[in-house]
């Protein structure tokens, strides 16, 4: 069995496990106010030319969104998202347990127009019942999305302008950011995120780290008392130089940049031959997630082989399917998926 | 700097990173669905010989209690708890961000009193009020406690019959399991422990592992569902078979056991030596963690050298202060920390 | 300015009034354990063939609703609601606050229907995937709906079969449940409603009452330690006598039956001749809310004299509008409005 | 039976009731934005010396206490009370039901102390570990107190001191407040505890009115959006207007003060009574509330007759007991008791 499933299906990049050797018996203090953390602060603000960002280190992306939420909101107030969103969706209701509701906007590609954010608060804040209603706060953006799509600078900026209107914040869900700037439709960067969100998140657990995400707090705003929320929802880490050593090993020389780079050269491999072979896709994703249509005939013979996941079915006999690639996905492996899909939709 | 400050300023056990280098890229998949927790919880029923056990795997130990008693309780009831315990003092508040309340009771040494609970819960269930107030459902100990002591099996089975008597669930926090399981003034053991308790669980953060708490749940009761709740409170680490491999590691040939056995020896050595000195303790620990009493002046002059905390001021310029040792702490430098207490103390 | 903005714009039927003052220094005990409330229980359960039932008194329908579900959901599961139910628009996110997601289904007038209760159902529980989503436990109905519309005992029935497949509960929201039992289009009595839910509410403060709702837990389960969950949720009056005497001074020789009848007719009266100038209707509702489509200009006239809501913009320059009718409905003031519709849209 | 169990066992002050009367069919917009609530407003802003206070009208206290708190408090955040206080002790867990730990302190009067607030606030803005702990934010005392003691002017300002250097927000729970200001050993005014306190509330329910409170919020940091929260919470009154014509009705020409002064004046003929028999008491409550502590046999005698209620067993057969008066307290019911207790104790 070849696993296409997800970008979690090893451990980390031999760098971080050989970095982890090395300083084992290092003692250092706990919960984050180590050197390695201070280190790796250090680098993420310099990449974001965020020199007064507050950079802190969690476990897991649920973890981050949640913390994150439960800080930047007051109980009446609510996060917008697609419909897709990840905390819309996929994390059993996290957000909602810390009192907040998810306002899901309807999305085809996973992505927030600026139009849709713009249109639901200006409903709101207009209506004189709108005391009965969730107040829209934070607008919650993953990019890549849970599809895949990126979102351009002019889109961000859209969505900025926006929230500067009707005073929402913008965060950014990173699960896989590397992945996105690796891309080569991709036109971000660091230092213009960090501009233009309030918050963010840089992936590591998808990314090549054995886990890990490190939350970027740009505005001043959401600053205060920060580590007292992430230690009640449970994220504070004992050993939580394990975060920064694993952060500060991947972005000090380019090793988060390349390994992103492999993953998405490998998910347009496919995406190509794809294209090629005339298939159609869920979604046209220029990262490495991939979301080809396939007969439930050629589902089934690949399953014998593959590991991947069925997202959705459609009309026809027809599955949507998603093949996901990542650092450690090997060239060879993505060979054999090709010459197997061929010979599959032949 | 030498280190006694707590017993998670290491890595791991280096068996561990070794199987972590191992098995670094064999696929998996996500979420603890895998061979290697499968065969952790394998290891962990049997020495439990609790077959029918469920055993989840969580990051850390905040996160596990509070996963556990939001599955555990309705929002009306409460956990009781020492005034010293962990989730009364040093969780933020996480557990009342779950929406119940710590109902903390008066304790010297940590420890819980069947009586105490008892009577709370007399007091509680005859008042005709009592909607008015917080029901009391699960009893939370720890054990080792956050002062050292232990539970006998005398003081388990008598708070077992209170929560029967009054429908209550008995919870361990074994944050610190393994170094309670090797004092020479334990009376437990696991089976005993699993047969009493309704739940408890393994610590690992503390006891060798980089990170990870694995959970029992004994209680059919409290099984539905309890995935979902990691999912929504945070702890469904992606890479879950980094928790089962370190678990597995520590626990199929009694590694774990060896590694709590050497922190302890340490602890009573200090302990041993001290009381020779006629030093005189906040409370009297068999385990890893030790209080001497000592003077603001000796506290100052082995603050040079070591790192440890104070606990608690003292009339009498005399201070209590906590010396913690672990799998990790060298014979050597427990040697030179007793010679430096000598001379201080002399 | 006459008022069809909503069915509180009064206070009370005058024989509640009355019975307040003649029974106003009769000394009871509080927060519901008083003669009055005794009695009123028992009219419900006899009307309801209910004997079993438990009856509790809450002061509004947002904090009937939100105490039922705190009461009755685990933390990862949610409730199913039309999206234009109650809880999903129009209570500030109170279900989210107390940590649950309310899972919304598209609808078009106010309905939820058996087979996409059951779709969804079917889907989560058949996902790999779903602890990672959260579980759907209560099905929300509100009879009338929101929109004015009825249930049918067919479509109840099929409701109480999904939830019995799939192990939900149903819950009926009956803030103008009065009204719907009044309408000619009615099917439903109070016992088979007792029968098909395991949990309804009979509005009071929309139907003759100052405030007050009858929540009517029909199902064993639902009941143990109800009232604590009421104390902790801030429903529970201090003065709790004075919902009972309301609620029996209403049912008991069918004041409730006849003020509700009034104020369905004075609504089809309204529906009726709207119906004969041509108008159409966001939504054909049998009961005391009317959703009529009016010209732009048409609404600004009637606005001079009448308050009402506006309830949706449509395309063409129209608006649907809200009127509504209640007990205290002046039949003159209901011949006005009909004589000026007439004049407005000649 | 005659009832000295609490000050909430009869209705309303006859005047409310007639008020009710005459404006029963007078149509008011719902929600508090009706006149009645404008012209409470108007009175309590101007009794307060306090133009710029927002003032909301809420149900009852609990609902009072957990919708200010959920509103003054981020997720980390505690209040101080003492620990009889009435959040403490008997409201379920309701601020806890919204995520925040009720942080108490010791008090053998009911009262809190500034030093008592001023250590515990040194001692957590001074530990390393501060962002383990729960952060004080709020001190919540209760004006009476929960015992019927009084806060004298210096012990408020003293509080007032602590909080400004600790930057804590001040809160008083004033369901009693008219029988704490009718006291004749009170020296605060409605100016001075606007003027000092960030936040309080007149009482209603126990002070003449059918039920409902008066918030009033005089720091601009706490009115954004308080209206938003009042719905989550549950306790925006959709009969908004009943709230209102009660308060303007109690405070428009000193009613409130004449039902206040009443109360307390029968309460102290009783304390003059016991005392005169040589009787002790639990605490020495110069209001409403009188703790005498009787033989249990006195208890028992007195029981056949009068209703009250069982404070607190004591030593050597006696028990503290609480006799309540309020507006409606009968003089001839208070002769009868005093009478009683003569012969009981002679």
Partial sequence: MIRFGSDYQEG???????????????????????????EARRIIREKCAAPKADVHFLVGGTQTNRTF???????????IAADSGHIAVHETGAIEACGHKVIALPSANGKLAAGQVSEYCRRHFTDDSREHMVMPRVVYISNPTELGTLYTRGE????????????????MDGARLGCGLASPENDLDLPFIAATCDAFYIG????????????VLCSDALK??????????????AKGWL????????LRDGLYEE?????????LRIRRALREMGASFLVDSPTNQQFPILTDGQ???????????????????RTAIRIVTSWATRPEDVDQLIADLREALA
Same sequence: chains 1, 2, 3, 4.
């Fill in 156 to 171: 961000l900026n859209a969505l900025r302008g926006v929230c500067d209107h009707w005073n929402l914040l913008l965060y």
């Fill in 69 to 79: 939420l439960a800080a930047a909101l007051r109980p009446h107030q609510g996060v």
């Fill in 259 to 267: 390994l992103s780079v492999h993953a998405v050269r490998q998910a």
């Fill in 299 to 317: 589902v089934r013979r690949l399953s014998a082989k593959y590991a991947f996941s069925d997202i959705q079915p459609l009309d026809g006999g």
């Fill in 243 to 250: 975060l920064g050593l694993q952060f500060s090993e991947l």
């Fill in 224 to 237: 205060p008392d920060f580590r007292y929320i992430i230690k009640q929802k449970g994220g504070m880490l």
């Fill in 204 to 215: 590591g657990t998808k990314q090549g780290a054995l886990f890990g995400e490190a939350l």
């Fill in 12 to 38: 980390a990049h031999p760098r971080i496990l050989q970095r982890l050797m090395e300083t084992n018996l290092v003692q250092s203090p706990g919960y984050g106010e180590d050197d390695f953390c201070a």
